[in-house]
């Protein structure tokens, strides 16, 4: 079908910001499925929207641990045959796997796949902007990366922003 010609896949791949991947970590390996942002050095800035799992032996069965940031908090759910059988959150994922109990020659950041050279660099790719910078460039990017494809072509965007901005400094984008 010509996937393995570099034009068709280049224009197959043109606009996704993000594919899953997966990497070993020792006998670990890790899926990243999701991707997010944050300004918490705790979390190697990784954020909402980030997921990661991998399948390791919880209370002597094979599990699927999955792995995310949600609400300003590291969260691992622990599934055996299709059931969530555990779930533990805390303030960061050194805290969390600490809590699990297992795998503690890792460091939680590790587990969540965090510390990835291809992973924190995407990581650091995703635009992101505050309201101050709504008038400048960096918004156009953070427009087109979460934005453009969720919004009416009829909608002038930049001005409904600004307006925005007037009465709250704070936009959730899920």
Same mark, same amino acid.
């Given at each position: 079908?010509?996937?393995?010609?570099?034009?068709?896949?280049?224009? %197959?791949? *043109?606009?996704?910001? *993000?594919?899953?991947?997966?990497?070993?970590?020792?006998?670990?390996? %890790?899926?990243?499925?999701?991707?997010?942002?944050?300004n918490n050095p705790e979390?190697?800035?990784?954020?909402?929207?980030?997921?990661?799992? +991998?399948?390791?032996?919880?209370?002597?069965?094979? !599990?699927? *641990? /999955?792995? @995310? +940031?949600?609400? $300003? =908090?590291?969260?691992?759910? /622990?599934?055996? !045959? #299709?059931?969530? /059988?555990?779930? *533990? $959150?805390?303030?960061?994922?050194?805290?969390?796997?600490?809590?699990?109990?297992?795998?503690?020659?890792? #460091?939680?950041?590790? %587990?969540?796949?965090? #510390?990835? =050279?291809?992973?924190?660099?995407?990581?650091? @790719?995703?635009?992101?902007?505050?309201?101050?910078?709504?008038?400048? @460039?960096?918004? @156009?990017?953070?427009?087109?990366?979460?934005? =453009?494809?969720?919004?009416?072509?009829?909608?002038?965007?930049?001005? +409904? +922003?600004?307006?925005?901005?007037?009465?709250?400094?704070?936009?959730?984008?899920?």
């Amino acid at each position: 079908m010509g996937f393995d010609q570099h034009i068709i896949s280049d224009q %197959l791949l *043109f606009d996704i910001t *993000f594919r899953p991947f997966s990497f070993k970590l020792d006998k670990l390996n %890790l899926l990243i499925f999701g991707i997010g942002k944050s300004n918490n050095p705790e979390w190697n800035y990784g954020g909402k929207g980030y997921k990661s799992s +991998f399948i390791w032996n919880y209370q002597n069965s094979r !599990a699927l *641990f /999955v792995q @995310e +940031f949600k609400n $300003k =908090k590291a969260i691992v759910r /622990v599934y055996q !045959a #299709t059931q969530e /059988v555990a779930m *533990f $959150k805390n303030t960061s994922p050194n805290t969390v796997w600490q809590q699990i109990g297992i795998l503690s020659q890792y #460091t939680g950041l590790e %587990l969540f796949g965090l #510390t990835n =050279k291809i992973m924190y660099e995407a990581i650091k @790719e995703i635009p992101s902007c505050t309201s101050l910078d709504w008038n400048n @460039e960096i918004f @156009e990017k953070v427009f087109q990366y979460h934005l =453009k494809r969720r919004l009416s072509p009829n909608i002038n965007w930049r001005k +409904f +922003f600004i307006s925005w901005n007037k009465q709250n400094h704070i936009i959730e984008l899920h």
